[in-house]
């Protein structure tokens, strides 16, 4: 994890600059470089210009640095962060070298250790959502449960021959979290998925194989045949999934022969 400090402390040290602007210009009688009129900001030079802007892209960058921390406990005030700031520019800085980089050590460490917690908890709050909604799914007229745990009800039945793990599959299909929020969907690219039935989660690649042809499933995958504790942007650790799949098309994988047998001495 990267040190908290370290990307927020450029950002607090230009904010600095543009958050006391006022007083010093209440201070000083001489005209500063960069002055208020009706809103906007006019600058003496293109330096000064770029100056601005890089001072508005690091305040705006040090905002969300010092709140995304609230979210797991940490409080960073801003206007002692500033103070740090503004001492340490005046030549009086309140703490010596090594002991700001075991503050901030510490303060990694406290940081690393309140995300785990949150994403235990929330993983943990996740597998308990996940086993409410299987039972109450696994009693729905036509669900079936496999020895591995998948669960599913055929929505429409289909015809043929159904593929192998190492088959080629065309499929249409849509993906949603327990709580209907949708994180895929191939209706919604417009054109049907495609891939090896090996090269994805468990839970499909078992599940598809119960498919035929033209038949359409609603499948619901427990975690450990899902993505597990693994979370995505889209999806929780442990989350449980809810897939309603078309089997379109079954592509199997060509037989290879040896052109010439082998042979054992």
Known sequence: MKSLFKVSLLAATVMLAAGCQQDEQKKSDTKPA???????VNFKSDDDKAA????VSFANYLSSSLEKPKEIGVELNKDIVLQGIEDTFAGKAGMKDDETRKVLKDLDKRVAEKMKKKQAD???????????YR????KEDGVKTTKSGLMYKVLTPGKGASPKATDTVQVQYKGTLIDGTKFDSSYDRGEPATFPLNRVIPGWTEGVQ???????YEFVIPPKLAYGKQATPKIPADSTLVFEVELLKVNPKPEHKAAVPSTKK
């Open 34 to 40: 960069a002055e208020q009129s009706q809103g906007a």
């Open 210 to 216: 119960l498919m035929k042809p033209g038949a359409k």
């Open 122 to 132: 929330e993983a943990a709050a996740n597998q308990k959502k996940g086993d409410d």
């Open 135 to 138: 039972a109450k799914f696994a």
């Open 52 to 55: 601005y802007a890089i001072g």
